[in-house]
């Protein structure tokens, strides 16, 4: 199904595609006359490589989903960036996605483009599918429309889709057709970097492994960067070379993916992974007491504290920085400490 | 209740607005109780005299005191809207939550008679119930007959509340704690319903008090009982605009539209605040 | 049965249950009446001077049959419905012998044309400003044009009416205020007849007009700004689609849908504040027929007009769900 192409020559240079720093992104609201500010997003840092693929996972409601948002720039009042910088590197270019607004807006989906959650209802259901392709990809290829339908043409049938869903109407469309047509949206004009949210949770099992396969193949055969959030731990194990684990609104470990697997360093991390199911493992699982903090009244010290079996006093008044750990870096003061599951 | 009042009123400047607007009519017209003449007597003053400090807005070619006239009118017009808007909101609540909640074939019957009655004209309908009852019409009964006209609308807006509240686990709970039908839907699902039905009794009080203002502008209700409408008619009827006693007509028009203005802004300031994402379907999908 | 098929099955059956339910309506409300109609309207008539012996049993007996006393209910409502379907509501009282069809005929063009046009341009203006509202949310000068289209949107046909009439009528007098166009002019394609014609129209118009203009407003910039969240518009935006673009074709355009049903279910009411606005410009559609054929008794009028009115209303509102499916790919292709 999937045809075989040449894959792009992995670049070499050591310069990262996306570099954040000390991200701050609050929800700032004041209704009725109660000001209310959730830290979503608080004080994040980290790089992703070229050609990389970069896992962010978290319990609902950590605010993951608003970290890559604010990556994406597409983040919308009572959200708002407090501190820090988002940037990319775009064919040595540097974009500073909120100080430069146009340029960043002229570089989505040819160098940045995104795979939302919840795909099913991403394309406009009153028009044609074609359409979609046309507005987002049209300007960035400098094709004529005749060259232009035949690239998109041919691009969806490396995808394994029938060029003919171009002339259907998205309710005419499978779930999973859908699906694959947005990835298909988001790689037609190969872009260095994609953003993908969710891409797989709305989707049954079958469905989402050929999605991930796709997604893998497209971005080993355009040398793309992917950053991509979901709770669920086994997509990041089948397709993240790294992962970041988030937690309420902070990253707190972060690793290569097997060494995050094998041998995590923070007792979150170490919690998430000892509640996978592992074929033939009996075990009972145990649940982590407690709930994820309410991120508007987040917990002194080290955010996790009131869960984690290994606090200690100083974990309550002290908020332990990420720093190089291994093969990684961890925030906890006793990542020494935690043993794998 | 009096903490969401008082916290509309400090933050919602539409709010505050339209409360003082209606709140202040409204206690002008209820100062007629206290009026110095009844408000049926005419050629009782000297007709015609401009607005002074006796008469501060002026008297009527019939010899009555457009502020006193003014303030029972209000008092009449608004307790005409007012029937009107309990009564539809009964109907409305009836028939949508009984839709909603039943299902099935009962809301598609439902639903298709509601459709039928929004796509009827009103006007043409009351007017012609009031031309072949005539002498017999009174305005209870035209306000019964704008109401039978009047709750459509808001039926398909309580039936799409009503709708996603059925399948919700708390109806599943009363239904195996064997409560009846009528039981879940005045205990459980009512105190949901309650916000829509007061957003849409602001509106349909609006559109009640327009069809009064209609009819009787007309003449087509009693014009002995002094209503906004009504004060107009007999402006009318005296050419008071050609005559040049524009305050027969201006003070009467100007408190119609301040109170419309007070209706409409408390309207939508509730509805903000009640849902700030509401999208009233008008399919109720 | 496809998905179009069964909507149009729908459409139709409901077109013909409003006919019936609502004709059914009007029979039963003239059996409201206290007084024998029949008698009335004759005695009326003869009072008239109108004395030809065989044009009162003329008069009599569509009377007799539209709503006469004779026979069973059922047989009198059997009667009602054999003269609503052939149009024949008998001869008109108050412009006796003229039937009341010809007179309804020669008002409804009149009648359609101006609401025609007031609906147009309400519907597109309210629903251009009520979008761009909904879309650009900041702008003052939309916030300011939008408070002042909902200021005026409960105010009653009446008053608007009345205002407008007062103030280009006598305050600053540089419009017609009464008739559909000038008395002494022939109706022809002259360029006189037709100025005259958008002359006298003008001012009724502009009174539908604004007083249609801010429901439109209102439910659109509520449509739009819920359906600037939706996923397919957050998602062109994150493509860096223009923001023209975004909005006439991802916004605006999908919430014209619900904007197109609610321009059915409104007709109704739309149709009422036609009826009050030429009786305020002495416009000669069948509003003013209607409340002139009240004024002076003409039961065959009153009703005839009430029926037609019905009838009317239920074919605009089917002609709208017959062109939905062309702007709806959902409907149109199931």
Request: net charge neutral; glycine share 8%; hydrophobic share 50%.
């Amino acid at each position: 199904m999937l045809a075989v192409v040449e894959t792009k020559p992995a670049s070499v240079e050591a310069k990262p595609v996306l570099r954040v720093e000390g991200l701050k992104a609050y929800y700032q609201m004041n209704y009725f006359g109660v000001r209310r500010e959730v830290r979503a997003v608080d004080d994040i840092s980290l790089t992703i490589k070229r050609n990389e693929i970069y896992g962010i996972a978290g319990e609902s409601s950590s605010g993951k989903s608003s970290l890559i948002k604010t990556i994406a720039g597409a983040i919308t009042p009572p959200l708002r960036v407090v501190e820090g910088s988002v940037k990319f590197d775009f064919g040595g270019k540097e974009l500073d996605v909120y100080a430069e607004r146009p340029a960043m807006k002229a570089a989505r989906w040819k160098h940045l483009s995104y795979v939302m959650q919840g795909s099913m209802n991403v394309l406009n259901p009153v028009r044609k599918v074609k359409h979609a392709f046309h507005d987002f990809a049209f300007k960035h290829m400098g094709l004529s429309e005749q060259d232009f339908r035949a690239r998109v043409e041919s691009h969806l049938q490396r995808i394994g889709l029938d060029p003919r869903v171009l002339e259907a109407y998205p309710h005419q469309l499978s779930g999973g057709m859908r699906q694959r047509l947005t990835i298909g949206l988001a790689t037609v004009c190969e872009p260095e970097f994609i953003i993908a949210d969710e891409p797989t949770t709305a989707l049954d099992v079958l469905v989402q492994q050929d999605v991930l396969a796709l997604i893998k193949e497209v971005q080993q055969r355009l040398g793309s960067s992917i950053i991509f959030v979901t709770h669920d731990m086994t997509v990041h194990a089948a397709i993240a070379d790294r992962i970041g684990i988030v937690y309420a609104g902070r990253l707190v470990e972060e690793g290569p993916t097997i060494d995050v697997f094998e041998r995590p360093q923070h007792p979150y991390t170490a919690h998430l992974i000892a509640s996978l199911p592992r074929i033939g493992d009996t075990k009972k699982r145990i649940a982590l007491p407690g709930k994820p903090p309410n991120l508007a009244d987040p917990p002194s010290g080290c955010r996790f504290h009131p869960r984690c079996p290994l606090a200690i006093d100083k974990c309550t008044r002290e908020n332990p920085p990420l720093v190089p750990r291994q093969t990684g870096r961890v925030a906890c003061w006793r990542a020494g400490e935690v043993e794998a599951a | 209740m009096l903490k969401v009042l008082r916290d509309l009123l400090v933050y919602n400047r539409e709010f505050a607005i339209g409360f003082v607007l209606t709140v202040g009519i409204f206690l002008f017209a209820l100062a007629h109780f206290w009026a110095p003449m009844p408000d049926s007597a005419i050629y009782l003053l000297p007709p015609d005299m401009p607005p002074s400090a006796q008469y501060w807005f002026g008297t009527t070619s019939r010899g009555q005191d457009v502020l006193w006239q003014m303030s029972s009118a209000i008092w009449n017009t608004m307790l005409f809207g007012l029937t009107v808007t309990v009564i539809s909101r009964l109907l409305a609540v009836i028939v949508g939550m009984v839709s909603g909640y039943l299902g099935g074939r009962w809301d598609q019957f439902l639903m298709t008679i509601n459709d039928t009655m929004i796509a009827l004209p009103n006007i043409p309908i009351l007017l012609l119930v009031y031309f072949v009852m005539r002498d017999s019409m009174s305005w209870p009964v035209l306000a019964a007959t704008a109401a039978l006209l009047g709750w459509n609308y808001d039926a398909r807006l309580i039936r799409s509340v009503t709708l996603s509240l059925r399948n919700r686990e708390f109806t599943r709970h009363a239904v195996f704690a064997g409560m009846s039908v009528p039981q879940i839907l005045v205990r459980q699902h009512l105190p949901y319903v309650m916000p829509v039905i007061f957003f849409t009794a602001m509106n349909n009080l609006i559109w009640a008090i327009g069809i009064e203002v209609t009819l009787s502008v007309l003449g087509f209700s009693d014009v002995n009982r002094p209503t906004i409408g009504g004060m107009i008619y007999w402006a009318n009827q005296h050419q008071a605009i050609i005559a040049g006693i524009w305050w027969w007509i201006a003070f009467p028009i100007i408190a119609v539209v301040l109170l419309f203005l007070g209706l409409f802004l408390l309207a939508i300031s509730v509805n903000e605040y009640i849902d700030p994402r509401s999208r009233l379907s008008r399919m109720g999908a | 049965m496809d998905g179009f098929s069964k909507y149009l099955a729908q459409r139709l059956f409901q077109f013909f249950l409003v006919l019936f339910l609502g004709i059914s309506l009007t029979f039963l409300i003239t059996k409201l009446s206290p007084v024998d109609p029949v008698e009335q309207s004759v005695s009326l008539m003869t009072s008239f001077g109108a004395t030809d012996p065989r044009a009162v049993e003329l008069m009599r007996e569509a009377l007799a049959e539209l709503y006469g006393l004779q026979g069973s209910l059922f047989e009198q409502y059997i009667n009602f419905w054999s003269r609503i379907i052939v149009g024949d509501f008998g001869p008109s009282l108050s412009s006796f012998p003229t039937p009341v069809m010809s007179l309804i005929m020669a008002a409804l063009p009149w009648t359609v044309g101006l609401l025609l046009q007031a609906l147009i341009i309400s519907w597109c203006l309210g629903n251009l400003l009520g979008a761009l509202a909904g879309y650009y949310r900041s702008n003052m000068l939309l916030k300011l044009s939008g408070a002042l289209v909902m200021a005026l949107h409960p105010v009653p046909a009446y008053i608007i009416g009345l205002v407008l009439l007062l103030l280009f009528g006598f305050i600053w007098p540089i419009l017609p205020i009464s008739g559909g166009a000038q008395m002494n002019l022939p109706p022809s394609f002259s360029f006189d007849y037709i100025r005259s014609l958008i002359l006298h129209g003008t001012l009724p118009a502009l009174t539908l007009v604004l007083g249609g203009i801010g429901s439109w407003f209102i439910s659109m910039r509520s449509l739009a700004s819920n359906i600037v969240t939706d996923d397919h518009v957050v998602y062109a935006e994150l493509a860096g689609v223009s923001s023209g673009k975004i909005f006439s074709q991802y916004v605006a355009r999908n919430a014209l849908l619900p904007q197109l049903t609610g321009l059915a279910l409104s007709l109704g009411g739309v149709f009422g504040g036609a009826v009050i606005t030429e009786f305020v410009y002495n416009y000669p559609g069948v509003g003013r027929l209607l409340i002139q054929g009240i004024y002076r008794g003409d039961y065959s009028l009153v009703l005839g007009v009430t029926t037609i009115s019905i009838v009317a209303v239920a074919v605009a509102v089917l002609i709208i769900d017959l062109l939905y499916p062309l702007i709806d790919p959902r409907v149109r292709l199931g």
